[in-house]
T-cell receptor, first 114, second 111 residues
Framework: AAGVIQSPRHLIKEKRETATLKCYPI?????VYWYQQGPGQDPQFLIS???????DKGSIPDRFSAQQFSDYHSELNMSSLELGDSALYFC?????????????FGPGTRLLVL | GEDVEQSLFLSVREGDSSVINCTYT??????LYWYKQEPGAGLQLLTY?????DMKQDQRLTVLLNKKDKHLSLRIADTQTGDSAIYFC???????????FGAGTQVVVTP
C-alpha cells in the first residue's frame, strides 16, 4: 500500500539558510499534519491543512510557513534556520479529520543545522 | 507531552509479555493511539482505540482503556527482540485532529 512520502530524507544546512521540506500524502487523503521531533523528545505538532486550507496551528515559529497544494502535497518552508531547528520533521496524512481517521506518518526528514 | 505521561523505560525478557502504561488528561479525547518508533526511523501506527471502547485486541497487541482513570495500556504478548523500540501513546487532542504525544517508553527486549 502507498505510504506518505517525504523528501528529502536528510538535509544539512547552515545557520540563517532556508530549507524546504516536501510531503506527499497517501492517495485520497485530504489532511496533512506536520510535526517536529527534537532529539530524545516526543513529536510536537506544528501545523495542519485540510482541503488545501490551514486547519490548525501549533508551536510553529514565525520563521516557518507551510501550504498545501492542489494535488494535496504540502511543503514546509523554513527560513533563518537556527541550531535549535535541528530535528526530525514528520508529515502525517489522514482521510477525514471529522471521522477521526488515523494519521499515517511518513519516514521523516532529518534536518541538521550547522 | 505534558498532557500525556508514560514511563520512560521498560526491560523485558524475550517471550514474556510487555505492558506499557500511559495516562492522559483530556477527558474529551476521542481516539487514543499507540505508535512504535525504531532508532532513526519514522512512526509506525500499531493500533488505536476509540474512547467508547474498553479493550481492543489485534494479534499480539491488546489495548486497555480505563476512561474513569484516564489510563491507557498496551500489552505485547510473546515479546520478541524486534519489538525493541520506543512506544508513544498519543491522544487526538481536538476535532482538528492534531495528536498530543507522550514522552515515549523505551522498551528493551533481552534474550
Amino acid at each position: 500500500a502507498a505510504g506518505v512520502i517525504q523528501s528529502p530524507r536528510h538535509l544539512i544546512k547552515e545557520k540563517r539558510e532556508t530549507a524546504t521540506l516536501k510531503c506527499y500524502p497517501i492517495p485520497r487523503h485530504d489532511t496533512v499534519y506536520w510535526y517536529q521531533q527534537g532529539p530524545g523528545q516526543d513529536p510536537q505538532f506544528l501545523i495542519s491543512f485540510y482541503e488545501k486550507m490551514q486547519s490548525d496551528k501549533g508551536s510553529i515559529p514565525d520563521r516557518f510557513s507551510a501550504q498545501q497544494f492542489s494535488d494535496y502535497h504540502s511543503e514546509l518552508n523554513m527560513s533563518s534556520l537556527e541550531l535549535g531547528d535541528s530535528a526530525l520533521y514528520f508529515c502525517a496524512s489522514s482521510s477525514n479529520r471529522l471521522a477521526g481517521e488515523t494519521q499515517y506518518f511518513g519516514p521523516g526528514t532529518r534536518l541538521l543545522v550547522l | 507531552g505534558e498532557d500525556v505521561e508514560q514511563s520512560l523505560f521498560l526491560s523485558v525478557r524475550e517471550g514474556d509479555s510487555s505492558v506499557i502504561n500511559c495516562t492522559y488528561t483530556d477527558s474529551s479525547s476521542t481516539y487514543l493511539y499507540w505508535y512504535k518508533q525504531e532508532p532513526g526511523a519514522g512512526l509506525q501506527l500499531l493500533t488505536y482505540i476509540f474512547s467508547n471502547m474498553d479493550m481492543k485486541q489485534d494479534q499480539r497487541l491488546t489495548v486497555l482503556l480505563n476512561k474513569k482513570d484516564k489510563h491507557l495500556s498496551l500489552r505485547i504478548a510473546d515479546t520478541q527482540t524486534g519489538d525493541s523500540a520506543i512506544y508513544f501513546c498519543a491522544e487526538r487532542a481536538d476535532s482538528w485532529g492534531k495528536l498530543q504525544f507522550g514522552a515515549g517508553t523505551q522498551v528493551v527486549v533481552t534474550p
